[in-house]
């Protein structure tokens, strides 16, 4: 009898788990494949600022086919199904992707901090070709801080159970702290101050244009800022989703930390929240570009009713086609 209750418990907890995980996979799978062909079908979406968000969205496409999937799979199944090789493919996704993604926003961070406060010097440092190379070059370096632990044999990417994923674990306990501390510190610690300056300079100088704009309206127009009020929304777009991402991440660390402390060990529903909290953020971006930008929400409806781009025509769209290169 305790078997069968046992089954059945554990049958309805991964029912329970899939029913709240495979939906955001699903979610983030379309929402930024969306993102992408709306930033290939429409110019106005292939600004430099575009590209990091262009970034951003294939890390997360590639977290919604690789990493996500396998997660799904060990909690329909309860047991690891991709072999040895599918460990280490799992585990070092898991970990490049999350990475990636946080120093994507920062650089996007740094690229706001230059059109919002520097616009002068901007378009010097924030060419198309040099957005490429310091995304390649980040996405390259972050692959090989992840490669350490394996190539140098201090570690491999494990299965944990509490997780259902692939996760770097290490022989000596001494050494594991050392790590967990270095991505803490690297990490999270790094680019959320990083970004914190950036956004709080950034939000300084939209305060100021308000209340220049505001002068200038009563007539003192000398001191008004040259800020494109679409900038400032794109700002403020992309602020909400440095926010919603580094808000995840740091419940799920809180949680991780709380239950070591009280419980001594990880609890499966803490590990299932981090993996559910970590997933949600690849789901999260689409919605919020949407919600608060037309020119998305117009091109998601109209892949959506398989319809092709609309015609860029007069002045207006001649303005935004030029305003695209930067």
Not at 108 to 129: D, E, I
Not at 167 to 181: D, K, T, Y
């Amino acid at each position: 009898m305790t078997t069968v209750n046992s089954s059945s418990k554990a049958l309805t907890e991964a029912i329970v788990k899939c029913t709240m995980f495979i939906p955001i996979s699903v979610a983030a799978f379309i929402g930024n494949i969306l993102v992408l062909l709306s930033i290939y079908r429409n110019q106005r979406l292939r600004s430099t600022t575009h590209c990091f968000i262009a970034a951003l969205a294939v890390l997360d496409l590639l977290s919604a086919c690789v990493s996500q999937p396998l997660t799904a799979s060990t909690l329909v199944s309860g047991k690891w199904l991709a072999g040895t090789f599918g460990c280490q493919l799992h585990g070092f996704f898991n970990s490049f992707l999350t990475y990636a993604s946080s120093y994507t926003m920062v650089l996007t961070a740094v690229n706001r901090y230059y059109r919002v406060v520097k616009p002068r010097v901007y378009k010097r440092h924030f060419s198309k070709k040099r957005v490429i190379f310091l995304i390649f070059s980040m996405f390259v370096l972050i692959f090989l801080i992840v490669l350490l632990p394996a190539f140098f044999d201090w570690g491999q990417f494990q299965l944990s159970k509490i997780f259902s994923a692939c996760i770097l674990q290490f022989p000596e306990e001494g050494f594991a702290n050392a790590w967990a501390g270095f991505e803490f510190v690297v990490f999270s610690l790094v680019p959320m101050f990083i970004i914190a300056v950036c956004y709080y300079k950034v939000s300084k100088r939209i305060r100021q244009h308000n209340q220049n704009v505001l002068g200038s309206l009563q007539g003192n127009r000398s001191n008004a800022l040259s800020i494109n009020v679409e900038e400032i929304r794109i700002t403020k777009t992309l602020f909400g989703l440095v926010f919603a991402f580094f808000s995840c991440m740091f419940i799920g660390f809180i949680l991780v930390v709380v239950c070591r402390v009280i419980a001594g060990s990880i609890l499966s529903p803490v590990g299932f929240t981090v993996s559910f909290l970590i997933s949600l953020t690849t789901a999260i971006n689409p919605v919020l570009y949407a919600y608060t930008g037309q020119e998305f929400r117009r091109e998601f409806i109209l892949l959506l009713k398989c319809k092709g781009p609309r015609n860029e025509v007069g002045s207006v769209g001649l303005a935004w086609s030029g305003a695209a290169k930067y």
